[in-house]
C-alpha cells in the first residue's frame, strides 16, 4: 500500500527549494483558513492536492522540501478544466474500485521518475501557489513601521502567506464557508472532491480527488446530490454558481478576473449565487492576485474594535455592505496595497488553534524580563560590595 511520504525516512523521494520560515511556515499558511485541502499527516508535514496532482510538503530552517506522488486517475490537469462534464463516481452510484496502489517499488512512496522539465514546472507551480517572488520580510518590517499593534504580532506569527490558489477550488470552497467553520468546512470541501473530482491516489486508505471543474459542478443532478451529502442551502448556491458561469460566461472566465482591477473583479463575482462581499474579497485574494483585498467578518469587525479603536459600525449590531467597506478602506489606509495580506496574519493570531504561540512568547518574554532583572540586580550588588570596600 502506498504511504504518506516522510523526510526522515530518506530525501532521496524528496526535492527541495531555498524557503526561510520567516518567509513561509506551512503549519500557519495552510492552517488558517485560506485553504481546506491540507491535512498534517505526519509531525509537520502536510499533503493536499494542487495543480491536479497531491503533494507533501515539510520544511527545515532554510528549506522547502516537496514530494510529489504518482496520479492514478488520469492527466495532471489544473482542477480538469479540459475533462468532460458529468458527475463523479459516487453520484452515478458506482463505487470507487479502480484507484490502484502504486505497483513500483519506487514505489511504496508513488515517486515519479520525472525529466528535468517536469522538475522545473513543479518548482514553478509551487512558488507561484506561496506567491515565494513576493518578499514577506520586507511586508512585514513595512506594516510593524506604521502599525505598532502588528509590530508586536507580526514577530509571533511570522511566515503567514497568501496562498495563489485556483480560482474554481477557491471560489466553490468559499460558498461552502457560508456561516461555517474551518473544520467543517475541510469535510464539505473533501466530500465535494470525493464525489464529483477525478481520483488521483491513494495514501494509507486515504483517497485523494482532484477539484471538480465547473462543467460537473454546472450538472443539474448536483444540488439533489450535495444536499444529500449534508451541504443543505449551500448545494444550491454551488450547482446554480456553476451553471451561471458555463452558460454567460465560460469555464475560463474565473481565471480572467485576474486580468481586472479588484473592485471590478469583486463586483462580477457578487452575480454569483451565493456570492457576497466577504466571499468574493476572499476569492479576489486567495486567487484573483488582488492583495489589498481585505475579507471581513464579525471576527475581523471585532479585531478592528478592539485592537484598533476602529469606529466603523460603531453602536450596530449587523455587519451592513456600507461598515463592511468602511473596515476595508481603513486597513488599506494603515497598511496600503497588500493589506489582505496583513490582515491575515492578524487573523490567524486570533484562531484558537494558534493561541499555543502566543502563551509561548508570553512566557519567553516574562522570563526574558526576569533575567534582565535579576542581571540588573546583580550589577547593583555588586556596585554596593565594591563601593563598601
Known amino acids: ?36 485541502r491540507w491535512r498534517e499527516t505526519g509531525k509537520d508535514h502536510w499533503t493536499g492536492v494542487m495543480g491536479g496532482r497531491v503533494w507533501t510538503l515539510t520544511q527545515t530552517e532554510d528549506t522547502l522540501w516537496y514530494h510529489v506522488y504518482s496520479s492514478q486517475g488520469g492527466p495532471g490537469l489544473v482542477n480538469g478544466q479540459k475533462r468532460k462534464a458529468g458527475l463523479g463516481p459516487q453520484c452515478s452510484g458506482k463505487r470507487l474500485k479502480g484507484m490502484k496502489d502504486v505497483k513500483e517499488e519506487d514505489d511504496e512512496l508513488g515517486l515519479d521518475t520525472v525529466s528535468s522539465v517536469q522538475v522545473e514546472k513543479e518548482e514553478k507551480l509551487l512558488r ?157 485574494l486567495m486567487s484573483l492576485e488582488k492583495s489589498e483585498a481585505v475579507p471581513v467578518d464579525t471576527h475581523v469587525w471585532q479585531i478592528a474594535k478592539r485592537d484598533y479603536s476602529c469606529a466603523a459600525g460603531s453602536g450596530q449590531k449587523t455587519l451592513t455592505d456600507k461598515v463592511y467597506n468602511e473596515i476595508g478602506d481603513f486597513f488599506r489606509k494603515l497598511w496600503g496595497p497588500y493589506a489582505g495580506w496583513a490582515h491575515s496574519v492578524l487573523f490567524c493570531a486570533d484562531l484558537k488553534k494558534f493561541q499555543n504561540l502566543k502563551e509561548v512568547a508570553i512566557k519567553e518574554e516574562k522570563i526574558g524580563k526576569t533575567k534582565k532583572t535579576s542581571s540588573k540586580k546583580k550589577k547593583m550588588i555588586k556596585k554596593e560590595e565594591e563601593g563598601g570596600e
Open 1 to 36: 500500500m502506498s504511504q504518506h511520504a516522510l523526510l526522515s525516512a530518506g530525501a532521496k523521494a524528496w526535492r527541495s527549494i531555498p524557503c526561510f520560515r520567516a518567509e513561509l511556515r506551512l503549519d500557519l499558511t495552510l492552517g488558517c483558513g485560506q485553504t481546506f
Open 128 to 284: 507561484d501557489y506561496f506567491q515565494l517572488s513576493v518578499k514577506l520580510v520586507d511586508l512585514y518590517k513595512e506594516w510593524s513601521s506604521a502599525d505598532q499593534h502588528f509590530n508586536h504580532t507580526g514577530s509571533i506569527f511570522t511566515g503567514v502567506r497568501m496562498l495563489r490558489q485556483d480560482p474554481v477550488e477557491c471560489l466553490f470552497s468559499f460558498i461552502c464557508s457560508s456561516n461555517n467553520h474551518i473544520s467543517r468546512i475541510q469535510g464539505m470541501v473533501e466530500r465535494l472532491c470525493n464525489t464529483l473530482g477525478t481520483p488521483l491516489c491513494t495514501l494509507d486508505d486515504t483517497h485523494y480527488h482532484d477539484f471538480p471543474s465547473i462543467q460537473a459542478l454546472a450538472d443539474s443532478k448536483v444540488e439533489a446530490c450535495l444536499r444529500d451529502l449534508g451541504f443543505g442551502y449551500r448545494a444550491r448556491f454551488l450547482q446554480q454558481s456553476a451553471n451561471l458561469i458555463m452558460s454567460s460566461h465560460g469555464p475560463d472566465w474565473l481565471h480572467s478576473l485576474r486580468s481586472v482591477p479588484y473592485l471590478q473583479a469583486r463586483e462580477a463575482l457578487r452575480t454569483l449565487p451565493g456570492v457576497g462581499l466577504k466571499v468574493a474579497d476572499c476569492v479576489s
